[in-house]
Nanobody, 115 residues
Framework: QVQLVESGGGLVQAGGSLRLSCSASGMIFRFYTMAWYRQAPGKQRELVTTITSGGSTNSPDSVKGRFTISRDNAKNTVYLQMNSLKPEDTAVYFC?????????WGRGTQVTVSS
């Protein structure tokens, strides 16, 4: 059974940093594209950033230069380093693993950025 468990969320002041982790089990981690999504109250879930099995990354302009995704295949873990956080980054952050038609989600971790 695939499990994705996020950690590292919390409360931080604007301009601060957090590092989220997502630990995967029950899957061959290195074969999967991993991603972080977020969902703010009253808004749709949106893609934050992705990293392919080959290590290529992609992210929207809203976080480019501030957020960095990385993965450690030996530890079955994907990370999200978030710097220069803004109040609008406040959301529940979800880890996602996908390979073709297979998609798995974690339960999320809350990130709150105070102004």
């Amino acid at each position: 059974q695939v499990q994705l468990v996020e950690s590292g969320g919390g409360l931080v002041q604007a301009g601060g940093s957090l590092r989220l982790s997502c630990s995967a089990s029950g899957m061959i981690f290195r074969f999967y594209t991993m991603a972080w999504y977020r969902q703010a109250p009253g808004k749709q879930r949106e893609l934050v950033t992705t990293i392919t099995s080959g290590g290529s990354t992609n992210s929207p302009d809203s976080v480019k230069g501030r957020f960095t995704i990385s993965r450690d295949n030996a530890k079955n873990t994907v990370y999200l380093q978030m710097n220069s956080l803004k109040p609008e980054d406040t959301a529940v952050y979800f880890c996602n693993a996908n390979r073709g038609t297979l998609h798995y989600w974690g339960r999320g971790t809350q990130v709150t950025v105070s102004s």
